[in-house]
T-cell receptor, first 111, second 115 residues
Framework: QKEVEQNSGPLSVPEGAIASLNCTYS??????FFWYRQYSGKSPELIMS????GDKEDGRFTAQLNKASQYVSLLIRDSQPSDSATYLC???????????FGSGTRLSIRP | GAVVSQHPSWVICKSGTSVKIECRSL??????MFWYRQFPKQSLMLMATSNEGSKATYEQGVEKDKFLINHASLTLSTLTVTSAHPEDSSFYIC???????????FGEGSRLTVL
């Protein structure tokens, strides 16, 4: 089992719709979870962080965490073409003191 | 957020030469920095954790004698790719942040092309 697993996509969503990105992780003791956005040829940039079970909203972005299911997701409302990028799920593996990234999901917003 | 700067952004070198990449935390002190490598259309792979004043911790499969890491101060870590070969061509990204929160701040990345 991969430590942090994401569907590689590509995920194609029409402009204005909701994009849903999912991630599962293997370390049950993990406490910190992050979503990064990466445009082609650029470094990742932090979109959302979440530490507690439930939902966390920031503008058009909502992160959802379910530690019992070892599952974290990112919802993007009112998707815009500028949201087209690769979204990386990252988990702080406290047991190993390192942050592990999933393989990323390529999101494409079609006009 | 915090600022991490990386240099150079692009480097092209001949096979067999060594290349040094610098990573600086500009507005905070970083006792720990992380070096990642990313091949085209693949995710970030953690290479090593750089610890100020002590030896770096390398991930399994990463050759410590080939990828030399030095973290001599609280604001600077360097990665030296020794005797580079074409298969070392990749996007190298450093990051720093707090393991307490887990939030990482990334440098701009350094694209290495070995001819």
């Amino acid at each position: 089992q991969k430590e942090v697993e994401q569907n590689s996509g590509p995920l194609s969503v029409p402009e204005g719709a909701i994009a849903s990105l999912n991630c599962t992780y293997s370390d049950r003791g993990s406490q910190s979870f992050f979503w990064y956005r990466q445009y082609s040829g650029k470094s990742p940039e932090l979109i959302m962080s979440i530490y507690s079970n439930g939902d966390k909203e920031d503008g058009r972005f909502t992160a959802q965490l379910n530690k019992a299911s070892q599952y974290v997701s990112l919802l993007i409302r009112d998707s815009q073409p500028s949201d087209s990028a690769t979204y990386l799920c990252a988990v702080n593996f406290r047991s190993a003191s390192k942050i592990i990234f999933g393989s990323g999901t390529r999101l494409s917003i079609r006009p | 957020g915090a600022v991490v700067s990386q240099h150079p952004s692009w480097v092209i070198c001949k096979s067999g030469t060594s290349v040094k990449i610098e990573c600086r935390s500009l507005d905070f002190q970083a006792t720990t920095m992380f070096w990642y490598r990313q091949f085209p259309k693949q995710s970030l792979m953690l290479m090593a954790t750089s610890n100020e004043g002590s030896k770096a911790t390398y991930e399994q499969g990463v050759e410590k004698d080939k990828f030399l890491i030095n973290h001599a101060s609280l604001t600077l870590s360097t990665l030296t790719v020794t005797s580079a070969h074409p298969e070392d061509s990749s996007f190298y990204i450093c990051s720093a942040g707090g393991l307490r929160t887990g939030e990482l701040f990334f440098g701009e990345g350094s694209r290495l092309t070995v001819l």
